[in-house]
């Protein structure tokens, strides 16, 4: 299938294997530079969202929560202007005020199949997407927020006002229940993987859920392909205010354990002047990147300019990022024939 902005396409057919793991805006964002790149691109994602629409639908359905997954879909989808403009269409009145169509297409798969993972299978062929979308999971997992003042909180969407008001960080993060079994599709995925891509995205409540899963960091911990951690551009109001880069990188790794990161890769371009003001009105601030402290935590360190320009938000730019990426794996990685074609660290 070409893919535009792709030249060669038995290249991106045979294109190293890619799992990104995280959820949110930011792995929808970089899914949609990657998937220019390779076919075989998996995104593993956190299903412990419990608000919005995703959260009715697990409250009243008692499936999954559809959002992060259906947002990931979006972004590798190859279909119609018309289909794309059906699925992120958002009703705004009535009891569906707030509600995607998305998540009820997912939500009407899930009853029809019987299955949340064959849902996501299905409108995954439905769209054409590149590559594919796991829910890391399929247990019903919530999450609990704990802070270094001793006081905890179940729930994703609560952690954001609970912390405002506990006016501490957090400690660590837990899934209830603990270490839930994982997707097998996503372990087998991890371990195959040329490049693994944590991130970018909310650094508790996106990424290190994914990590609290029964055998998925250790699984990214074994595997031989590159590894590499995207920063966020921004701290975070509600959740990592105050954060540099290595307070993010040192809370993957108490969270997932070592070898679980060879390189992250941080933001270098100027974030627009005029987004500074408003994100300083929310406590929010540039991601500071301390190099020492990174270096002393093991990781190799990589600034690019992948910020989007001319945005009403700071974001990741995808094409930029994505290049990023690539270039990055490429120069650290040597392709070898034992019988086959195969991504390996160079020596």
């Not at 603990?178 to 993987?193: D, F």
């Not at 790794?253 to 060879?262: C, E, F, I, N, R």
Request: aromatic share 4%; net charge negative; charged share 25%.
């Amino acid at each position: 299938m070409p893919v535009q902005g792709v030249p060669d396409t038995q290249r991106w057919e045979k294109g190293p294997r890619v799992v990104a793991i995280g959820g949110g805006t930011g792995l929808s964002t970089m899914l949609r530079g990657l998937k220019k790149y390779t076919k075989n691109l998996t995104a593993v994602v956190t299903v412990a969202d419990d608000g919005g629409g995703s959260g009715m639908l697990r409250r009243d359905m008692g499936m999954l929560p559809p959002g992060d997954i259906r947002h990931c879909m979006e972004s590798l989808a190859n279909t119609e202007p018309v289909m794309e403009r059906l699925l992120t269409y958002r009703f705004t009145e009535g009891l569906l005020a707030g509600q995607s169509m998305g998540n009820l297409i997912l939500a009407a798969l899930n009853g029809i199949t019987g299955s949340f993972e064959e849902a996501v299978a299905q409108l995954s062929q439905v769209l054409a997407i590149t590559g594919r979308v796991l829910p890391v999971t399929g247990a019903d997992v919530q999450l609990e927020a704990v802070f270094e003042n001793g006081a905890r909180v179940i729930g994703e969407s609560s952690i954001y006002s609970f912390k405002k008001e506990q006016d501490c960080r957090i400690d660590h993060v837990n899934l209830i229940p603990r270490r839930p079994a994982a997707l097998p599709e996503a372990l087998r995925a991890i371990e195959e993987a040329d490049l693994i891509v944590l991130g970018p995205g909310s650094l508790y409540t996106s990424v290190i859920p994914n990590l609290l899963v029964e055998g998925v960091a250790q699984a990214a911990a074994r595997s031989r392909g590159l590894k590499i951690y995207v920063c966020n551009i921004m701290t975070q109001e509600g959740e990592t205010e105050g954060y540099t880069a290595a307070d993010h990188l040192q809370a993957l790794l108490t969270h997932g354990g070592p070898g679980l990161v060879d390189l992250c890769l941080a933001n270098s371009a100027p974030v627009d002047p005029g987004l500074l003001e408003r994100y300083r009105e929310e406590d929010a601030a540039p991601l500071e990147v301390d190099r020492e402290r990174i270096r002393a935590l093991g990781p190799q360190l990589a600034e690019r300019p992948v910020a989007a320009r001319g945005r009403d938000f700071a974001r990741h730019d995808p094409d930029l990022l994505s290049q990023a990426i690539m270039e990055l794996y490429q120069e650290r990685m040597v392709r070898i024939f034992r019988g086959r074609q195969r991504y390996i660290k160079e020596n």
